[in-house]
RNA sequence: UGGGGCGUGGUGCAAUGGCAGCACACCAGACUUUGGAUCUGUGGAUCUUGGUUCGAAUCCAGGCGCCCCAGCCA
């Protein structure tokens, strides 16, 4: 369970690529991941990626990146280095292979000249709301613009003068005759080119006319000779039009596929909506840890091998389904338990006093650093007299099934002693503990009792004349319904918003050892859960967020006791 | 009679005419110096109707349900 055998899932594409080698339809594979620089990368997006480049790699092929940026108004380079640094981070290399749509726009262009003088492209001077009315409904056809049958010449002519910049923005626009009576609305004349005066990215003010997506993306691929396009399940009904341009063009005719895209139960996958909430501040930013977004992933301590595993695990197929992200977590967790070091951390510290404990001693314990992995060693963690425990973990009456500490009760400090409670010190006007104060058992050292005594339970701890201060961040699911996309009547997604999404802990005590951290390592804060240093540390005072929690059967346990 | 796609436990994915299986979730138990991890076990599914067949989740016909498409966005 723990090392899933590589990327070898079988899954509808791949049975399809293996039948399209062995018919000789094509003689190698090819595929690409072509992203719009248009915003962050998010899981979403993960699944694609991983099964562009994937699927390239299990038939000795190879995967190009291309950037499909054909709308200069949306796009920028912010965003071409941000999508490249995330599909570096989840393990992916287009090695020299780093394309994009703008690159091709003379020969897109030349295309469209083709078409023209073949009698299958006109130049429409129709408004955008004409347009809309000329095309129909769904049930009922489109009608021809009267622009539908201009000469040759004529189109020529006019779609020249389009290219020099003789027309305002949207005045006229250069569409495919096909039919407008087609069922699939996609080949009612659509557009091939507009006039937009913006300067781009990439290709500056060279031009102000711009091919439309769907007469840039298939032409793209056939240019980079890619075999596979694989593609969203919404672009089905494009493919009958992709497969017109490149028939009537006569050009290399790459097969498309598409599967369903990804959503995961609790998230939100809309660019539109991450946007949306990033920009009203509803988060921190594109890396706010409780983000979808791969640098959010990457901030709050997703481990890019997780995320791929994850990929694999929810296989790929034509179903839209709502993957439940407690798979997700399973697949972080079991990641990160196998390779994250334990360390000892109280968030919400409450002190112990061991009164029987010499004043000034101080001793050092040897803990293991991950139980599951021998390697990694161990360390010294000091003991003295003064201690932190979880405030939790202390019951001046204690639940049922509740083995922590409690007056007259005995319990184990991780790799130290075993204690008895003995007293309790309150603050006089709240009411609230302020300490704990326990003797301590000298033959336990270590935490073993000679005398085979059993004590149930095994607390962490840290010790105050070591601790150092840190800040934890806690998060939870930023929704609290399954699907937030979908909003029951006169809801928007943004009234299921998690209030508790983010809880900022200040004076937490952690051990020193975790002085040294630095932004991005990861911990297993025992009991407690999976942590990684935010770069929001300074020296000396680290800020951790939490990744995810361990299971906690004790809170089940306690749920179900209060629930009754 | 617009066009396209999809229906398998709660969730996701398998089974490619031959005992419906795996994972997550759920529930129960064992073990435990992390109430973690690990181990064992239980329950639960083929949208529907008819047909073909010795045999159907799979093939055929009809029905039902859900999703996508009317940007000069991608």
Redesign the pocket.
């Known amino acids: 369970?723990?090392n899933e055998s590589s990327s070898s899932?079988?899954?509808?594409i791949r049975?399809a690529i293996e039948e399209d080698l062995r018919q000789g339809r094509f003689t190698y594979v090819r595929t690409r991941f072509?992203?719009?620089p248009?915003g962050y990368l998010h899981i979403g997006h993960a699944k694609a990626i991983c099964i562009d480049f994937g699927l390239a790699e299990a038939f000795g092929g190879k995967c190009n990146l291309r950037f499909?940026?054909?709308?200069p108004?949306?796009e920028d380079v912010e965003y071409v280095e941000a999508i490249k640094e995330d599909i570096h981070w989840l393990g992916f290399d287009w090695e020299d292979r780093e394309f994009y749509?703008s690159d091709y726009f003379e020969q897109l262009y030349q295309f469209a000249i083709k078409l023209i003088k073949k009698g299958k492209a006109y130049v429409?001077?129709?408004?955008?709301e004409?347009?809309?009315e000329y095309?129909?409904?769904?049930?009922e056809?489109?009608k021809e613009s009267p622009y539908r049958n201009r000469s040759v010449e004529e189109n020529l002519n006019l779609f020249e003068r389009m290219r020099a910049g003789e027309f305002p923005?949207?005045?006229?626009?250069l569409r495919a005759k096909i039919d407008m009576a087609?069922?699939?609305?996609?080949l009612?004349d659509?557009?091939m080119y507009?006039?937009?005066h913006a300067t781009h990215h990439r290709t500056g003010d060279q031009w102000c006319i711009?091919?439309?997506?769907?007469f840039?993306?298939g032409q793209s691929d056939s240019i980079e000779g890619v075999t596979h396009s694989l593609c969203?399940?919404?672009?089905?009904?494009?493919?009958?039009l992709y497969d017109w341009f490149l028939d009537e063009l006569e050009i290399f005719h790459p097969r498309q596929i598409?599967f369903?895209r990804l959503?995961l139960?609790y998230t939100i996958l809309s660019k539109r909506y991450l946007k949306q909430l990033v920009e009203q501040g509803y988060v921190r930013g594109w890396d706010d840890p409780r983000m979808p977004t791969l640098r959010g992933m990457r901030r709050r301590g997703y481990t890019p091998e997780a995320i791929r595993r994850f990929i694999e695990?929810?296989?790929?197929?034509?179903?839209?389904?709502?993957?439940?992200i407690?798979?997700l977590?399973?697949?972080l967790?079991?990641d990160l338990?196998q390779r994250v070091p334990?360390v000892m951390g109280v968030l919400d510290p409450v002190k112990v006093v061991i009164t029987n404990y010499p004043e000034g001693q101080v001793e050092e314990f040897e803990a293991?650093n991950?139980?599951?992995d021998e390697s990694a060693g161990t360390r010294l963690v000091p003991f003295s007299k003064v201690l932190y425990i979880e405030r939790d973990?202390f019951r001046e009456v204690?639940p049922p099934?509740?083995?922590?500490l409690s007056p007259g009760r005995e319990v184990?400090?991780?790799?130290?002693y075993i204690i008895r409670c003995e007293e309790v010190v309150k603050d006089p006007q709240t009411g609230e503990v302020v300490e704990i104060r326990c003797t301590y058992d000298p033959e336990?050292?270590?935490?073993?009792?000679p005398d085979g005594r059993?004590?149930?339970?095994?607390?962490?701890w840290v010790s105050a004349l070591h601790a150092v201060d840190a800040e934890v961040r806690l998060y939870d699911r930023l929704f609290t319904v399954p699907e937030p996309g979908?909003p029951e009547e006169g809801k928007t997604y943004l009234d299921y918003l998690n209030p508790d999404s983010l809880k900022v802990l200040t004076g937490c005590k952690v051990e020193p050892s975790l002085l040294n951290a630095v932004p991005g390592d990861r911990f297993?804060?025992?009991?407690?859960g999976y942590f990684c240093v935010d770069p929001d540390s300074t020296p000396g005072h680290p800020v951790f967020n939490l990744t995810a929690t361990?299971?906690?059967?004790?809170?089940?346990?306690?749920g179900?006791l209060q629930g009754g």
Request: net charge neutral; charged share 35%.
């Open positions: 369970m723990t899932a079988s899954n509808f049975e072509p992203p719009e248009n499909d940026d054909t709308n108004v949306k749509a429409d001077d129709l408004s955008p004409q347009i809309r095309r129909g409904t769904l049930t056809p489109g923005d949207g005045a006229r626009v087609s069922g699939n609305m996609n009612r659509p557009v507009r006039i937009i711009y091919p439309m997506y769907d840039a993306h969203d399940l919404a672009y089905e009904d494009h493919r009958p598409e369903a959503n139960s695990q929810i296989g790929v197929s034509k179903n839209e389904s709502l993957v439940d407690s798979l977590e399973h697949i967790r079991d338990n334990r293991v991950n139980p599951e973990d204690p099934k509740y083995h922590r184990r400090l991780r790799y130290g336990t050292r270590g935490g073993y009792a059993k004590v149930k339970g095994t607390i962490h979908k297993q804060f025992e009991r407690k361990l299971r906690d059967t004790w809170a089940k346990i306690e179900e």
